[in-house]
């Protein structure tokens, strides 16, 4: 069974603050995949990145950091110097190579106010 | 290149009636997803399609819930007599899948649906 846990359900930062959300999942596949997808007020979730579990290299896009660590089954996202359209719910997933479905966590809403 | 699109962005029934959305993917995704989604959840997987054959379910998908991909590009998913319990958000994914590469799936908009 695969399990995908987001234990923060809420964060409130202020406008260019730095913010970490964190992703640990459990698997007993040897080889998956993890996904981070964004959802603003609009429904519709938006593909962010997506990590195989041979790469550990954490990666930087733009404002947008990924922090894979297979050692603690976490894959961690932090947004540097946030912004007030960052603001949505983000949301971790999990899926085993060879397998089709994500399992979702709960995911983080993430408030940033001016 | 357009995104997934579905269909109604947004329905309101009555319990008991049958209700039907409808899922465009992108053009050359060979693969189709269902997915629900209820206040303050991750979505949760219902059922796929590789082409038009439909390759998994769900034990979330009840014997009320039928989903079709006749021509292997657009998809319906139907709620017969539905129920409160199944207001919730309607998801539809699609992706490309060569071989068994792990593909991206890439989401429309959902459809929201209210059941009084």
């Known amino acids: 069974a695969q399990k995908v846990t987001q234990a923060q359900t809420e964060i409130s930062v202020v406008e260019k603050e730095d913010v970490t959300l964190d992703c640990v999942y459990e698997t007993r596949d040897t080889t998956y995949y993890l996904f981070w997808y964004k959802q603003p007020p609009s429904g519709e979730l938006v593909f962010l990145i997506r990590?195989?579990?041979?790469?550990?290299q954490n990666e930087i896009s733009g404002r947008y950091s990924w922090n894979f660590q297979k050692s603690t089954s976490s894959f961690n996202f932090t947004i540097t110097a946030s912004q007030v359209v960052d603001s949505a719910v983000y949301f971790c997933a999990l899926s085993a190579t060879g397998y089709s479905t994500l399992t979702f966590g709960k995911g983080t809403m993430l408030l940033v106010s001016p | 290149d357009t995104g997934v699109s579905q269909d109604p962005r947004h329905k309101i029934t009555k319990r008991g009636q049958n209700v039907t959305f409808r899922c465009d993917p992108i053009?050359?995704?060979?693969?189709l997803y269902w997915y629900r989604q209820t206040l303050g959840q991750g979505p949760e997987f219902l059922t796929y399609?590789?082409?038009?054959?439909?390759?998994?379910k769900s034990r979330l998908l009840s014997d009320r819930f039928s989903a079709e991909r006749p021509k292997g590009s657009f998809s319906t998913l139907e709620i017969q007599r539905t129920e409160q319990g199944d207001s919730a958000m309607y998801l539809c994914?699609?992706?490309?899948?060569?071989?068994?590469?792990?593909?991206?799936?890439?989401f429309g908009p959902g459809t929201r649906l209210l059941v009084l």
């Open positions: 053009s050359e995704h060979n693969r």
């Open positions: 990590r195989n579990s041979f790469d550990e």
């Open positions: 399609f590789q082409n038009e054959a439909q390759l998994e």
């Open positions: 994914a699609s992706s490309l899948a060569p071989g068994l590469s792990q593909e991206t799936q890439y």
